[in-house]
């Protein structure tokens, strides 16, 4: 019997692609790939700031860590085998040939079809190969199967035709729905919530970002558990000392799920403890900015609508920027000035998506309060995607859980190179506090820059002060950190008259005329 106790890792396990002898490389999800061999081979151009090939170069593109996350590929053609698990936490999601099912309850047939063309990007970002795809017109989806009868009938010959390994429903599925349709069809079954944690755990970098994933990837697992045969629900009482058990382990009697769920449950303590202390980091930076006044600008919007682009574009940062769902995880932050001389930061985050698992949005808090606590929220949105409209909603929905939906609010409307223009013009009209740009051709960045620093806030405490010019480090600082409405020198000093914190103007006041 294996002795699991001795290696515990939900998340590894995850990750985890077969064939791999290091137990290393199962944990570094540096050491993973996104779709890009799959983009390639349907036509798809992979990555949306590619360099320029004009200049030679992109500055949207973070070209070190893109290359970092592309030195290993997942290797196609291997199988995924349904077989007796004994080791439950280890069940590995190795999506390569998939197979996509939706079921349609509201909306257009445009809708749904979005719908799933969105559920193949992201079975692509995940490193798999999409075989067919098939979606179902009903009041709810089925209690048992989430497809009918006559549909799980019809999902069994296609993946017995085409060799598909895997099935990947468009919603999350009960654990009872997961096993029926699992024995239904014969071959592994993920659903979206799974899908989209996949995704997450090979593209978390920071310590952080890997703790967050773990703590969804569990939280999600927890209820989960489950096995073929008889392994799950055997007792382990007495002396199990030998087998594994250990101290915690003896007594009446402990099922092995149960076990497992024990040690779950603990594993999500731990996490939780280690999270919290990497909030308190996170606040004491955000205190700082607050003490000194710093206004904050939070970049969000829905996966890949070109958030990471638009930052580079608009700082320099040099952040990753590929063309794939959720890309980036590890929020970045970075210091700018106005035109005018005024200092304040500005944030990429997480991307959202339709539905985004509630795991995911408890386990990254954390990092999306960084959104709820700006000044103002940089709205991004694709303008070339089939329905821009409904990305504003989800993001607004994810806003609204975060209670970020009172935040200021600029909408941009990004790639307007390969949008339709009478798209843009709806968008334009449909949000009146908008601005259309292409961070990948410099196009409205201009403008974009100019709307962000007007709905900056403004220092509250007016001032005329005369200062002497052995303090130019107070002129320095009004530059910064306050407004200058004007500005004289003098015989007797630099005469000034403006806006200033609180702060600033408690040390002006002894200058003051």
């Given at each position: 019997?294996?002795?699991?106790?001795?290696?515990?890792?939900?998340?590894?396990?995850?990750?985890a692609?077969?064939?791999?002898?290091d137990?290393?490389?199962?944990?570094?999800?540096t050491?993973?790939?996104?779709?890009?061999?799959?983009?390639?081979?349907?036509?798809?151009?992979?990555?949306?700031?590619?360099?320029?090939?004009?200049?030679?170069?992109?500055?949207?593109?973070?070209?070190?860590?893109?290359?970092?996350?592309?030195?290993?590929?997942?290797?196609?053609?291997?199988r995924?085998?349904?077989?007796?698990?004994?080791?439950v936490?280890?069940?590995?999601?190795?999506?390569?040939?998939?197979?996509?099912?939706?079921?349609?309850?509201?909306?257009?047939v445009?809708?749904?079809?979005?719908?799933?063309?969105?559920l193949?990007?992201?079975?692509?970002?995940?490193?798999?190969?999409?075989?067919?795809?098939?979606?179902q017109?009903?009041?709810?989806?089925?209690?048992a199967?989430?497809?009918?009868?006559g549909?799980?009938?019809?999902?069994?010959?296609?993946?017995?035709?085409?060799?598909?390994?895997t099935?990947?429903?468009?919603?999350?599925?009960?654990?009872?729905?997961?096993?029926?349709?699992?024995?239904?069809?014969?071959?592994?079954?993920v659903?979206r919530?799974?899908?989209?944690?996949?995704?997450?755990?090979?593209?978390?970098?920071?310590k952080?970002g890997?703790?967050?994933?773990?703590l969804?990837?569990?939280?999600?697992?927890?209820?989960?558990?489950?096995?073929?045969?008889?392994?799950?629900?055997?007792?382990?009482?007495?002396?199990?000392?030998?087998?594994?058990?250990?101290?915690?382990?003896?007594?009446?009697?402990?099922?092995?799920?149960?076990?497992?769920?024990?040690?779950?449950?603990d594993k999500?303590?731990?996490?939780?403890?280690?999270?919290?202390?990497?909030?308190?980091?996170?606040?004491?930076?955000?205190?700082?900015?607050?003490?000194?006044?710093?206004?904050?600008?939070a970049?969000?919007?829905?996966t890949?609508?070109?958030?990471?682009?638009?930052?580079?574009?608009?700082?320099?940062?040099?952040?990753l920027?590929?063309?794939?769902?959720?890309?980036?995880?590890?929020?970045?932050?970075?210091?700018?000035?106005?035109?005018?001389?005024?200092?304040y930061?500005?944030?990429?985050?997480?991307?959202?998506?339709?539905?985004?698992?509630?795991?995911?949005?408890?386990?990254?808090?954390?990092?999306?309060?960084?959104v709820?606590?700006?000044?103002?929220?940089?709205?991004?949105?694709?303008?070339?995607?089939?329905?821009?409209?409904?990305?504003?909603?989800?993001?607004?929905?994810?806003?609204?859980?975060?209670?970020?939906?009172?935040?200021?609010e600029?909408?941009?409307?990004?790639?307007?190179?390969?949008?339709?223009?009478?798209?843009?013009d709806?968008?334009?009209?449909?949000e009146?506090?908008?601005?259309?740009?292409?961070?990948?051709?410099?196009?409205?960045?201009?403008?974009?820059?100019?709307?962000?620093?007007?709905?900056l806030?403004?220092?509250?405490?007016?001032?005329?002060?005369?200062?002497?010019?052995?303090?130019?480090?107070?002129?320095d600082?009004?530059?910064?950190?306050?407004?200058i409405?004007?500005?004289?020198?003098?015989?007797?000093?630099?005469?000034?008259?403006?806006?200033?914190?609180?702060?600033?103007a408690?040390?002006?006041?002894v200058?003051?005329?």
């Open positions: 019997m294996t002795n699991h106790a001795e290696d515990f890792s939900l998340a590894a396990a995850l990750r692609t077969e064939g791999w002898d137990p290393d490389d199962l944990t570094d999800p050491d993973l790939t996104d779709a890009d061999d799959a983009a390639e081979d349907d036509g798809w151009e992979s990555g949306y700031a590619d360099a320029d090939p004009e200049d030679g170069d992109d500055p949207t593109t973070g070209d070190l860590d893109l290359v970092e996350r592309h030195e290993l590929r997942r290797v196609a053609g291997l995924t085998e349904l077989e007796d698990i004994t080791e936490e280890y069940r590995q999601l190795r999506l390569e040939r998939v197979v996509l099912v939706g079921v349609w309850t509201e909306g257009t445009a809708d749904v079809e979005n719908a799933m063309a969105e193949a990007l992201l079975a692509e970002t995940a490193g798999s190969e999409v075989l067919d795809a098939i979606y017109r009903r009041q709810s989806p089925d209690p199967t989430y497809i009918g009868r549909k799980v009938e019809g999902l069994r010959e296609i993946v017995q035709a085409t060799g598909a390994d099935v990947i429903c468009d919603g999350e599925l009960a654990p009872s729905q997961l096993r029926n349709l699992e024995d239904k069809v014969k071959v592994k079954v659903d919530t799974a899908l989209i944690l996949d995704i997450f755990a090979q593209h978390a970098k920071s952080e890997q703790a967050q994933v773990e969804a990837q569990l939280s999600y697992m927890k209820q989960r558990l489950r096995g073929w045969g008889g392994n799950l629900s055997r007792q382990a009482g007495g002396r199990v000392g030998a087998d594994g058990g250990g101290i915690g382990g003896r007594g009446p009697g402990e099922t092995k799920i149960e076990t497992d769920r024990r040690r779950i449950n999500i303590a731990k996490l939780r403890r280690e999270l919290k202390a990497m909030k308190g980091t996170r606040d004491t930076k955000r205190q700082e900015r607050r003490r000194n006044e710093i206004p904050s600008v970049i969000a919007g829905y890949n609508a070109g958030k990471s682009s638009l930052l580079n574009r608009l700082t320099g940062a040099g952040v920027v590929e063309d794939a769902l959720f890309a980036t995880l590890d929020p970045t932050t970075r210091r700018t000035t106005t035109g005018d001389g005024r200092v930061t500005m944030s990429d985050t997480v991307g959202f998506v339709r539905h985004l698992p509630h795991q995911l949005v408890e386990a990254f808090r954390s990092t999306l309060e960084e709820a606590d700006a000044d103002l929220i940089v709205h991004v949105v694709d303008g070339s995607h089939p329905d821009p409209e409904g990305q504003l909603s989800a993001v607004r929905e994810v806003l609204a859980d975060i209670e970020a939906g009172q935040v200021p600029l909408v941009i409307i990004n790639k307007v190179d390969a949008a339709d223009p009478l798209v843009v709806r968008l334009l009209r449909r009146p506090h908008s601005v259309a740009v292409s961070a990948r051709t410099g196009e409205g960045i201009a403008a974009a820059i100019a709307a962000i620093e007007a709905d806030p403004r220092p509250q405490v007016e001032f005329t002060a005369l200062v002497p010019y052995a303090r130019g480090d107070l002129i600082r009004i530059h910064k950190d306050g407004e409405g004007s500005l004289e020198h003098t015989a007797d000093g630099t005469r000034v008259t403006g806006r200033a914190t609180e702060a600033l408690g040390e002006l006041a200058y003051a005329v």
